[in-house]
């Protein structure tokens, strides 16, 4: 591999000289047969352009959950409060924000950079102002305050309000949960509503990943339940091939 690699001869004709095979021609058509590279070795401005665009346009659709599913808290049953279609805005560790959230997420600073909150607001600032969305909350954590941290400054840039309106109670990660059964009730174990404070009609529901969905979905159901009538989830990043 290390020879092919260096080779000057026909990429080829080496390949098969290298299996004991000599009577294969010149191809013709590699790099080596036409004196040139196959592909540009740099990259045009404009090709740059194309991608920044490409990758400004790959946020994906969160589709909610409608029904639970038998678990030992819940029944196969409709979900009284549904969340609405939400928002996700990259791909976990994929290129460009995807990226930027690994990064960040693993990070030692334990806050997400600028330019994931400014795409976020951008993304997010036609929802707001023509749904009426006047509060941000978000997923805590007992472990990390990153996401809670991002949602308030995303609040600050779109000019809402940052309110904390659930608790985390100790529970396994999800990523360790065997089947969505499991999520679910572990979820729903997990998250409880505060008592004694006032809900908003109308709120973002900010994570940093999304797997199974159950995390979404049993926030919204326990935050609407207390009176808020819709729930509008938005992650940063997608995460349901379980990348580490």
Known sequence: MIKLSSTKECYSKFIVNSLD???AKECGSCSNCLGRELLPESV???AKEIASEYIDRLSM???PRKRF???????NSLIKYINKEGICLSKYGEVGYGELVKRDKNGQSQLFCRELVGKSAELLRDLVREQGIT????VPSLRSDIVKSFAKELATSLKIEF???LDKLPSRPQNEMENSSYQCANAFKAFVAKENISYPEKVILVDDIVNSRWTL???GYKIMEQGTREVYPFVLADNSYGEV
């Open 217 to 219: 979905t049993v926030c």
């Open 44 to 46: 045009s401005l404009k």
């Open 163 to 165: 309110v904390e309106l």
């Open 69 to 75: 599913v038998f678990s030992d808290v819940t029944t």
């Open 61 to 63: 659709v969160i589709e």
């Open 21 to 23: 095979d000599y009577t």
């Open 135 to 138: 509060h941000i909350t978000c």
